[in-house]
């Protein structure tokens, strides 16, 4: 009867037994490591014996026995494995071989049905598994305390991200950290985002306090006609026309002044990273007005009861 082998290959690791299979001729892929024990299994009709030999990095290329990897197959050594009465076979493959150490690499087991080597399978039926052996990897493990942070700003409110995930807003305490190095930014409405690499220590307590700067914007104001005093928040800013730089977002008031005209007083809002315009159109004295001022002379008292009665004549003159 021909030999015919389906290869049921089981590796035998400290999480149990994963079985796959093969049909004959295909090469089945294992991975494991070096020392651990690999079980291969299979059926073989017609035949009371099965050959087994390996290939691979640094070995013989017609194969060597899977036990002595000094035992050559062309020599005829090989690794017979009994078929039972049900056409099954197992070998459990032990690989801390005899006479030396397999390297890390890929390895092929050859399963052929007589004491046939590599260079003589014409004729012969096989199965080959393919296996990667690695080198056996230890680690170790140390409790590690953590550590905790205290974060503060000011102002107070503002969100707080470590490493791209969102912890809170501040004043915030965060305890069971991981040691190592964070990145902690702050952001808060108004004012600029600041980044900062905080390191946390072991058993330790990190304090953070980071001051934030509020965004400013800028104010362009133009005056009709040119040449008009103006105020920001009743503070001299200068000749319009006028670009006022760095100055906080927010509402704020601006007061615009010229002889012969009526100043004029409006509330601008500034907004941040952007430059606002504002155009101030300043509407003469009526003359009538003037010549009650030129006629007061330049008394202070006499002058405020002049600003009052223009301020008076002028919005009665606007609501007709």
């Excluded at 030999?53 to 494995?81: C, K, M, S, Y």
């Excluded at 005209?261 to 990273?273: C, F, G, L, M």
């Amino acid at each position: 009867m021909k030999f015919f082998c389906h290869c049921l290959i089981c590796i035998i690791l400290m999480t149990g037994c994963l079985c796959l299979t093969s049909p004959a001729s295909a090469s089945v892929g294992i991975v494991a490591y070096q020392g651990d024990i690999i079980s291969l299994q299979g059926y073989s009709y017609g035949n009371p014996t099965v050959y087994l030999f390996l290939t691979g990095p640094n070995l013989p290329v017609n194969g060597v026995t899977l036990n002595d990897i000094t035992a050559r197959a062309d020599e005829g050594h090989f690794t017979e494995v009994s078929v039972d009465d049900n056409d099954h076979w197992v070998y459990k493959w032990g690989t801390n071989t005899m006479n030396g150490r397999l390297d890390a690499g890929t390895y092929t087991v050859w399963v052929v049905n007589g004491p046939n080597d590599r260079s003589r399978l014409n004729g012969a039926e096989y199965s080959t598994i393919s296996i990667t052996l690695g080198n056996p990897v230890i680690t170790a493990s140390t409790h590690v305390i953590p550590g905790s942070l205290t974060l503060n700003t000011t102002p107070e409110g503002a969100s707080v991200v470590i490493d791209e995930n969102y912890r809170g807003s501040t004043p915030l305490i965060i305890g069971g950290i991981e040691p190592g190095t964070y990145t902690v930014t702050f952001s808060r409405f108004g004012y600029t985002r600041t980044s900062i690499p905080v390191r946390v220590v072991a058993g330790g307590i990190t304090e953070v306090t980071a001051t934030l700067l509020p965004l400013t914007g800028s104010l362009e104001i133009i005056t009709s006609p040119p040449g008009a005093q103006v105020l920001l928040d009743s503070v001299d800013q200068g000749i319009g026309p006028v670009t006022l730089t760095n100055f906080t977002g927010g509402n704020h008031t601006l007061t615009v002044v010229k002889e012969g005209y009526v100043t004029t007083e409006q509330r601008v809002r500034i907004i941040p990273d952007q430059t606002t315009r504002v155009t101030i159109l300043l509407e003469p004295v009526p003359p009538a007005i003037q010549k009650i001022l030129r006629a007061s002379g330049p008394g202070p008292a006499v002058f405020v009861a002049g600003f009052i009665v223009i301020l008076l004549v002028f919005r009665h003159l606007r609501t007709e």
